[in-house]
């Protein structure tokens, strides 16, 4: 990524130092904010909710009995339900 800042130069590697500088995040933000808007081709739907039920039904197949008590599966697509109905339709945007 290419920031201008007149403290860095344009190919400098930022350092930890450099990303705790509020200046600099913002500048890191803005760019990322412009990346994300970038018109892409493609469907514009979510694909977020079907993604979490196929990645649960992998899980469920591959684990046993043992692992899906202890990481609570048979919970986690009331969960992902619950999530969809509260963050559907709230200014949903597909980014790149």
Do not use: A, L, T, W
């Given at each position: 990524?290419?920031?201008s800042y007149s403290r860095i130069a344009c190919t400098q590697m930022l350092s930890a130092a450099d990303l705790r500088d509020p200046e600099i995040s913002e500048l890191i933000a803005k760019k990322l904010r412009e990346?994300?808007?970038l018109h892409m081709p493609?469907?514009?739907d979510v694909s977020l909710w079907q993604r979490l039920r196929r990645w649960l039904e992998q899980a469920r197949v591959r684990c046993s009995e043992e692992e899906s008590k202890q990481f609570q599966l048979n919970k986690l697509g009331d969960e992902i339900a619950l999530l969809e109905k509260a963050l559907s339709g709230v200014n949903q945007t597909v980014g790149f």
């Open positions: 990524m290419v920031i990346f994300h808007d493609g469907p514009k």
